[in-house]
RNA sequence: GCCCCUUUCGUCUAGUGGCCCAGGACACAGCCCUUUCAAGGCUGCGACAGGGGUUCGAAUCCCCUAAGGGGCGCCA
């Protein structure tokens, strides 16, 4: 009972976070707010070939975004760090050697050459894939005489010949038989250590309670379990989410379009949108909530309902989510969301500058946006004078009764009150004048003014646009 | 080839032996509201992978098959 719930994620930096990490760290990071826990971020940068430190940039920069703050890990430190794989390379020398000296690992002499030839061997005549044992029990004198010599080598775990069984938090029991694994290496030549070996030593080292991963590591564990036993640690508890997955139903990669959060940040999604969605994408409470806030997460999440099959990953219903999110909104806390994106594609718009008015804006369009970016083309919609979009709309200002409208509206913009009531009892005033009312008379006005045959509500629009620019365009 | 995981509407899912000829949400269609488009409301469409058991009774338990996914690396 003691225990407090440490929980981590770990990802490689060698490419940007990925919806899926996400959603793994996501998990992570609810269960630990959940319990009053740690969340730690380490970074596993032991491929040096292909870690980056834009990668690690991109890495930090989307977490912040999503607001998934950790404990500890790079920039903020930590009892248990350094929290950069590379950097602890001292760590796992030491636990490998302990293997090497209680006889749990031995070093192995073998090529990579000969093994592939091996493997390719033992593929054409359909035997199991894994190493055969051969430097599994070279005498001490052999080892110490062909290390002496310089031969290069790497360490192999001796896999005990007894069954594993995994008690997994969303998987239940998973069991596998002794001889599904042959002796696997945890140390490469080059001294570096293996993701496995990494993995255990980190989590141990760092007391991780429970690991949450993805179920592409569920086999993975089968080994971590065996290391933890040699070396005589407790191993944590598991809990293996399953794979977020494309439309086509394989694991969702670039070719599906937009995967990373980055993308989802600059098309104009909410952070708080896209963690509602990552949620329900393979956990649920049991009920058929669907819109739930950051906090209401945090108070709710359990472990045990993420679900065991894996999930497609829906744009549509993400976007709809956003929607719901965007219009929660107040509009002093959408403004400032809203404005820069405004400002950076229509930046030679002089009404943006303007408070009162941009206000009044943001509070016309949010009802017709889903993402921040849809600003952008509903306010242009109006903002900017235009010829009719089409021959419909064309035909809606062209008949003889929508001139007479025009004009004798005009007379009543012109010396009205620049007020809702003003400008409604304007257009009403208008069209008695000019005999038409209803879609009949709406319709032309809208057309008249922006072009287009459909829009926000149109004595919001004239409340942005003001009178002056109003007449011009009427009088056009 | 071997090992492991998974399988309810197109998609996300509820469902832990009777409340289910299966509920909600997205998408789609229709209607209502409305000066338009949205938003919102209502209605509709639409699924227990297949086959065997167990049981008075099965989406739910067991077995087999199929399909999908993951792993079997000196990648993570």
Avoid at 56 to 73: F, I, N, P, Q, S
Avoid at 353 to 364: D, F, H, T
Wanted: hydrophobic share 40%; with cysteine; charged share 30%.
């Amino acid at each position: 009972m003691s225990q407090q719930v440490r929980v981590r994620f770990a990802p490689s930096p060698t490419g940007y976070l990925h919806v899926g990490g996400a959603r793994t760290a996501l998990f992570n990071w609810l269960y630990a707010r959940k319990t009053g826990g740690k969340f730690i971020l380490r970074i596993e940068d032991t491929d040096v070939e292909r870690s980056t430190q834009e990668a690690v940039d991109g890495l930090l920069r989307d977490m912040k975004w999503l607001g998934l703050t950790w404990d500890e890990g790079p920039e903020v430190d930590g009892p248990h760090g350094p929290y950069f794989q590379s950097q602890r390379l001292e760590i796992y020398k030491k636990y490998a050697e302990k293997l090497l000296q209680n006889g749990s690992a031995y070093p192995c002499f073998c090529s990579e050459e000969e093994l592939e030839a091996k493997r390719q061997k033992a593929e054409e005549e359909h035997r199991s894939l894994h190493y055969d044992g051969t430097c599994r029990n070279l005498g001490k004198e052999e080892v110490e005489k062909r290390i002496a010599a310089g031969e290069p080598y790497v360490v192999r775990v001796r896999v005990p010949d007894k069954d594993y069984v995994l008690n997994d938090l969303v998987r239940g029991r998973v069991e596998w038989k002794s001889e599904t694994l042959g002796d696997f290496i945890i140390l490469r030549s080059s001294g570096m250590p293996v993701y496995n070996f990494c993995v255990v030593v980190d989590d141990a080292d760092m007391q991780i309670s429970h690991v949450v991963r993805a179920e592409e590591h569920l086999t993975n564990t089968h080994r971590q379990l065996i290391i933890y036993e040699a070396l005589g640690i407790t191993p944590p508890t598991f809990a293996h989410a399953s794979l977020i997955l494309g439309e086509d139903k394989t694991k969702l990669s670039k070719r599906h379009g937009a995967t990373s959060v980055g993308q989802y940040a600059l098309d104009g999604f909410l952070p708080e949108a896209m963690i509602n969605f990552l949620a329900l994408l393979g956990w649920n409470e049991g009920n058929d909530r669907e819109i739930y806030s950051v906090e209401e997460l945090k108070e709710c999440f359990t472990l045990e309902r993420i679900s065991k099959s894996p999930g497609v990953f829906d744009h549509a219903k993400l976007t709809w989510m956003n929607g719901q999110h965007l219009r929660a909104l107040s509009v002093e806390n959408l403004l400032p969301m809203v404005e820069p994106v405004l400002k950076k594609e229509m930046p030679d718009e002089p009404r943006l500058q303007n408070p009162e008015i941009l206000r009044k804006l943001v509070e016309l369009i949010q009802i017709k946006m889903n993402k921040l970016n849809d600003a952008v083309e509903v306010a242009k919609s109006f903002l900017n004078a235009s010829q009719p979009e089409n021959e419909e709309a064309a035909a809606m200002i062209s008949t003889d009764k929508s001139k007479d409208l025009f004009a004798a509206l005009a007379e009543e913009f012109a010396s009205c009150e620049w007020v809702r009531e003003g400008y409604n009892a304007a257009i009403k005033a208008a069209g008695k004048t000019a005999g038409a009312k209803g879609k009949e008379l709406f319709m032309p006005i809208r057309v008249k003014i922006t072009g287009t045959c459909h829009g926000p509500d149109l004595v919001g629009i004239l409340d942005v646009l003001g009178r002056e620019e109003v007449l011009k365009r009427l009088r056009n």
